[in-house]
């Protein structure tokens, strides 16, 4: 008996809901391997061109008042990794792009001799030098953001499924004043066999 605005409305909040409580789910099952001492290493190849597009067609629908601007040059090579870990961990960092940012989140991918750079980049009041490192351990909440829904342990899961996949990630502050984290992974070879 509700409106058709209200029902959509309601619907856009379930949505929502089930997106963190999934992304929720999915960290804590990559801490339980992580407390438990579980090799997480993985050397397969991963295509970032195909994640990212995905993510970001899901955040585009989960936040439609955001404006994603994403850049992915053409024949991005393969990384080293796990296709899941890789998804994961966009997953995570758009994400929270999306939910502390305020309007603009700008995807940038480049190519590099033995490295693929991917730059996540928010609008939002970003992170303070002194505390950089402590958003990556585990159940560290920055003050002035606490009030928003979260747990703490994206960062500290994005972290550690990139160190299983031979990569990287830092936070600075973006051309805006925002977040900007940079994920970095190695390009894909192919093994040698003796």
Same mark, same amino acid.
């Given at each position: 008996?509700?409106?058709?605005?209200?029902?959509? #409305?309601?619907?856009?909040?379930?949505?929502?809901? =089930? #997106?963190?409580?999934?992304?929720?789910?999915?960290?804590?099952?990559?801490?339980?391997?992580?407390?438990?001492?579980?090799?997480?290493?993985?050397?397969?190849?991963?295509?970032?061109?195909?994640?990212?597009?995905?993510?970001?067609?899901?955040?585009?629908?989960?936040?439609?008042?955001?404006?994603?601007?994403?850049?992915?040059?053409?024949?991005?090579?393969?990384?080293?990794?796990?296709?899941?870990?890789?998804?994961?961990?966009?997953? @995570?960092?758009?994400? @929270?792009?999306?939910?502390?940012?305020?309007?603009?989140?700008?995807?940038?991918?480049?190519?590099?001799?033995? =490295?693929?750079?991917?730059?996540? #980049?928010?609008?939002?009041?970003?992170?303070?030098?002194?505390?950089?490192?402590?958003?990556?351990?585990?159940?560290?909440?920055?003050?002035?953001?606490?009030?928003?829904?979260?747990?703490?342990?994206?960062?500290?899961?994005?972290?550690?499924?990139?160190?299983?996949?031979?990569?990287?990630?830092?936070?600075?502050?973006?051309?805006?004043?925002?977040?900007?984290?940079?994920?970095?992974?190695?390009?894909?070879? #192919?093994?040698?066999?003796?």
């Amino acid at each position: 008996r509700l409106d058709r605005e209200v029902r959509a #409305e309601l619907i856009a909040d379930i949505v929502a809901e =089930s #997106e963190r409580l999934s992304r929720m789910v999915d960290d804590l099952l990559v801490l339980a391997r992580a407390e438990r001492g579980v090799d997480m290493s993985v050397s397969g190849a991963a295509l970032v061109q195909h994640r990212l597009t995905s993510v970001v067609a899901a955040m585009t629908s989960a936040w439609p008042d955001r404006e994603f601007a994403c850049h992915i040059p053409d024949d991005v090579p393969p990384v080293t990794g796990d296709e899941d870990y890789l998804e994961h961990v966009l997953r @995570n960092l758009i994400g @929270n792009a999306a939910k502390y940012g305020r309007k603009r989140i700008a995807i940038d991918v480049a190519v590099r001799a033995d =490295s693929i750079a991917i730059s996540i #980049e928010d609008d939002g009041p970003g992170i303070p030098e002194g505390e950089r490192q402590q958003v990556f351990e585990l159940f560290a909440r920055l003050k002035p953001t606490s009030r928003l829904p979260g747990a703490g342990i994206g960062l500290f899961v994005v972290r550690r499924l990139l160190e299983a996949m031979g990569g990287t990630v830092s936070v600075g502050t973006g051309s805006e004043g925002g977040a900007l984290f940079t994920v970095v992974l190695p390009r894909y070879t #192919e093994p040698v066999e003796h």
